[in-house]
T-cell receptor, first 112, second 116 residues
């Protein structure tokens, strides 16, 4: 079953604006990851945040995690047309090699 | 290292035929995962394998579906007697056995199965 939900399902913004996507999950986790999928392609790992971390940065990406609310957010700053893709959060229940549980994704469109 | 390689990229089968999907993990990775994605949906876990062993097949239908990861060669996801509902994109991912990156999965480009 799906672990959680991304919100919004679809987001359309102008180039240069910031994009914020949210993810909620249901069970306890060891880590939460965000992946990007361009149309017709495989998923690309963006960033991982562990359950004992609250915020993490990578380039134009900022991820927050609130384990008390079982939620995470992904912020993309100064968006570009090339950021157009679907973004998925995925939770890892264990610390080792475990299958990931994905949400349904947010479809981001960045208009030049 | 070309990353995770899946083939074929597109596969068309008629109802009742067999589909064989192949996945070669990244070099040095011993863990393979198969996921299925329906249009406008997220990925759903099917099966997790290490070399010669199935670790978790809780997401894979009990009938018609099987998976293997032999000592030599790629991992194979096999679907027998395909039905239209099997039409989907099937993604393979791999991860290393240990280290800091063990939680991160690296995905192939997927196989898009169409059942006529």
């Amino acid at each position: 079953s799906q672990q959680g939900e991304e919100d919004p399902q679809a987001l359309s913004i102008q180039e240069g604006e910031n994009a914020t996507m949210n993810c909620s999950y249901k069970t306890s986790i060891n880590n939460l990851q965000w992946y990007r999928q361009n149309s017709g392609r495989g998923l690309v790992h963006l960033i991982l945040i562990r359950s004992n971390e609250r915020e993490k940065h990578s380039g134009r990406l900022r991820v927050t995690l609130d384990t008390s609310k079982k939620s995470s957010s992904l912020l993309i700053t100064a968006s570009r047309a090339a950021d157009t893709a679907s973004y998925f959060c995925a939770t890892g229940p264990g610390s080792g090699n475990t299958p990931l549980v994905f949400g349904k994704g947010t479809r981001l469109s960045v208009i030049a | 290292n070309a990353g995770v390689m899946q083939n074929p990229r597109h596969l068309v089968r008629r109802r009742g035929q067999e589909a064989r999907l192949r996945c070669s993990p990244m070099k040095g990775h011993s863990h393979v995962y198969w996921y299925r994605q329906l249009p406008e949906e997220g990925l759903k876990f099917m099966v997790y394998l290490q070399k010669e062993n199935i670790i978790d097949e809780s997401g894979m239908p009990k009938e018609r579906f099987s998976a293997e990861f032999p000592k030599e060669g790629p991992s194979i996801l096999r679907i027998q007697q395909v039905v239209r509902g099997d039409s989907a994109a099937y993604f393979c991912a791999s991860s290393p056995g240990g280290g800091l990156a063990k939680n991160i999965q690296y995905f192939g480009a997927g196989t898009r199965l169409s059942v006529l």
